[in-house]
């Protein structure tokens, strides 16, 4: 499994924060 994180710059200076994980094989399904 990879995952994945960083932040980016949101409204009024705003940090967000965001993770994903992506599997090794192909995806079944998406959440959200």
């Given at each position: 499994?990879?995952?994945?994180?960083?932040?980016?710059?949101?409204?009024?200076?705003?940090?967000?924060?965001?993770q994903?994980?992506?599997p090794?094989?192909?995806?079944?399904?998406?959440?959200?």
């Amino acid at each position: 499994m990879k995952h994945h994180e960083s932040t980016f710059k949101g409204v009024k200076d705003f940090n967000i924060y965001w993770q994903s994980w992506l599997p090794d094989g192909a995806p079944k399904a998406v959440l959200l």
